[in-house]
């Protein structure tokens, strides 16, 4: 590798670390950074710390000053090239007189979609993508605005504790807590970095969670509970606490006396209609929330995998053995054979505490739903772009 492309390695490398201090902070918007080079030194860093605040690319070029002029951008996004709530990023790097843009990907908005790289080559910036070498990076990064850009639907993490024979509670119901103190940690620390959690209505008639964060500092992220009729108690923490942090209840139809208490109480109400959960994810994503964990219990988590709706697997596994009877992990049919198994890609593992937690990937192959976009993207997320949502 040659000494400019170590460079490139390095300051690019920067500029991920960089955006990843917005995590959990710049709902809808994506995690951006940049790094502004000249002559070997770093004259300006940035990233995005979300919504209403600047973009990555604004924060370097105010630090860097006179000195950004003849300078190298290294950015994780393309940058912007259409006016919201802030001029283009691309017309002020213009201004500043860069003249070289290191990017990572293109931003997958349609209101973008090249549109940056275009404006800065039309004024005689290089722009260097690396060959695509850190595209999947990016992607990785941005996982669930990628997503939601290019499809119209959330990314779904499904999230669950289990005993080490694969139960999520006791026989009678009694889940707490199967899982260790550091787990529980961690657990919060995915509530604080999405943008909603969910889970069933039969959790909230069993537990009454309140699926706020704790144990870890961060915002509380949008409630999200999918219920039949919209038939839960309108005594639940998730209702009463509805007007201080945003909760919605996704129902296939509403049973009337239901919407309308729940209406009263603050709650959004949508309905999922004939698309089924397919339809009520769109909905989550068309209201900015790109970024789901799902904590549901058996009969969410199995439909969501069944449906091929799920991206993402974190389990906690504890030293626990129940014993037969208990609710298992997954309220889905038995395959008949060992090949007929999903077997999860990209999988990690980690101590935590005694527990152990697994993070891995659903296979491609079995998020087999039709991800075409349906209708305009454009329309459906308008209002969650960089720049028209506070970028």
């Given amino acids: 590798m040659d000494e400019d492309r170590r460079d490139d390695e390095r300051y690019m490398d920067e500029a991920f670390a960089l955006a990843e201090r917005g995590r959990g902070m710049t709902h809808p918007n994506p995690l951006v950074g940049a790094v502004l080079v000249r002559d070997g030194a770093v004259v300006g860093r940035g990233w995005h710390a979300g919504p209403g605040k600047s973009h990555a690319e604004a924060v370097a070029l105010r630090e860097a000053g006179p000195a950004a002029r003849g300078a190298t951008l290294y950015c994780t996004l393309e940058p912007c090239a259409h006016h919201g709530r802030t001029p283009p990023c691309a017309d002020a790097l213009v201004a500043a007189g860069v003249e070289r843009a290191v990017v990572a990907m293109g931003d997958p908005n349609p209101l973008v979609d090249g549109r940056g790289f275009d404006r800065l080559r039309g004024a005689g910036i290089a722009v260097d993508t690396g060959e695509g070498r850190w595209a999947a990076q990016a992607r990785g990064q941005n996982a669930a605005f990628v997503k939601a850009m290019s499809c119209g639907l959330p990314l779904v993490t499904c999230k669950s504790a ?31 970095a999405a943008d909603a959690v969910m889970v069933g209505a039969g959790t909230v008639r069993r537990d009454d969670p309140a699926l706020t964060v704790r144990h870890v500092e961060g915002r509380d992220p949008a409630r999200v509970v999918v219920s039949r009729r919209g038939e839960i108690p309108v005594s639940c923490r998730l209702v009463a606490s509805a007007r201080q942090t945003r909760t919605i209840v996704l129902a296939e139809r509403f049973a009337p006396p239901a919407r309308a208490a729940l209406d009263a109480a603050g709650v959004e109400t949508l309905e999922m209609g004939d698309e089924g959960l397919a339809g009520g994810l769109r909905l989550l994503a068309a209201g900015g929330l790109f970024d789901v964990l799902c904590e549901g219990g058996p009969q969410l988590t ?64 079995v998020r087999s739903r039709d991800l075409r976009p349906q209708g305009d993207v454009v329309d459906r997320t308008e209002a969650v772009t960089r720049s028209e949502a506070g970028f």
């Fill in 162 to 192: 289990v005993s080490l024979d694969g139960k999520v509670a006791a026989a009678g119901g009694d889940a707490r807590w199967i899982s260790g103190l550091e787990s529980r940690r961690l657990a919060h620390g995915l509530r604080a």
């Fill in 302 to 365: 199995g439909a969501l995998l069944a449906e091929g709706l799920a991206d993402r697997i974190v389990l906690f596994v504890a030293p626990l053995l129940v014993g037969r009877g208990a609710p298992d992990l997954l309220a889905a049919p038995a395959v008949t054979t060992i090949a007929a198994a999903t077997r999860l890609t990209g999988v990690t593992w980690e101590r935590a505490g005694d527990d152990i937690v697994l993070r891995a990937d659903m296979p491609a192959a």
